[in-house]
Every structure is written in structure tokens, then in C-alpha cells.
């Protein structure tokens, strides 16, 4: 795996979805590629010190997601995407994240167009997807 998982406890979000954000993220930027490994679900655990539990709800969502797949006595592979929510799912989906995001930049004082900045640096940052520019 050709990137670092880390957890912090100081978030309002669940450890889990830490874990799963950060595999997309990686997926996406190009960190993690198809065909790539992920550690176990005990290992990941061991080593962010959390319950075996948390690892595999995230790689659950992971699975649901379509991002990862489990090969039977061989691992878990990041595997081709494959559509699993249609567009206006997707978008019902993206949202509340994109509300959040903006939400929580405003309450630090981050104007408009400094949002603006910053989205269009993070977004030039992930490699091309099909489908994107």
C-alpha cells in the first residue's frame, strides 16, 4: 500500500469513515491503483489501534461502494469502479457533504472566493476520472 491511514479521535466523524474517505481519496489522486492491496482487516486495526470491528464496516462501505472487492484466502484488492448509484443518487448523496464542507469553512471565516481557490487547487490535485474534466 503506497499510503498512510490515519485516524483522529478530536473529529466529529466516525473512525470508519475516516478510513473510508481516506481510501477514495487515494483511489482518486492516484495513490492507490487498480489491483492494488489493502492490509487486512486485523492488521488495519492493529495499527490504528482501533476495533477489528470499525475496519471492516469501513470496508463494507468500501465493498457496497464498489471501490474494493474480497478475494477469498488472497485479500482485499481495489478493483475497477463499477456504477453503483445512479446520478441524481449521487448527487442526493454529495450534498449534504458539500453543505458541510461549506458550512464548516464559513464558520472559520473563509470567504467565497477563497472556497473557490481552494476547490479548484484540491479538484486540479485528483487525476482524471472518466467522465470529468
Not at 11 to 39: C, E, H, R, S
Not at 63 to 86: C, N, P, Y
Not at 119 to 127: H, P, S
Request: net charge positive.
Amino acid at each position: 500500500m503506497s499510503f498512510n491511514i490515519t485516524i483522529s479521535t478530536g473529529l466529529n466523524m466516525p473512525i470508519y469513515k475516516q478510513i473510508t474517505d481516506q481510501v477514495w481519496l487515494a483511489f482518486v489522486t492516484g495513490k492507490l491503483a487498480v489491483g492494488d492491496q489493502l492490509p487486512t482487516v486485523r492488521t488495519l486495526a492493529e495499527d490504528l489501534v482501533v476495533n477489528p470491528n470499525t475496519v471492516a464496516r469501513a470496508y463494507a462501505d468500501l465493498m457496497r461502494d464498489g471501490l474494493i472487492e474480497s478475494r477469498a484466502g488472497r485479500g482485499v484488492f481495489i478493483t475497477r469502479k463499477r456504477k453503483v448509484f445512479t446520478r441524481e443518487e449521487g448527487w442526493r448523496r454529495l450534498e449534504p457533504l458539500i453543505d458541510a464542507a461549506i458550512g464548516e469553512a464559513m464558520t472559520m471565516d473563509f470567504t467565497h472566493q477563497e472556497l473557490r481557490e481552494a476547490f479548484e487547487k484540491k479538484l486540479g490535485q485528483w487525476k482524471h476520472v472518466k467522465g470529468g474534466n
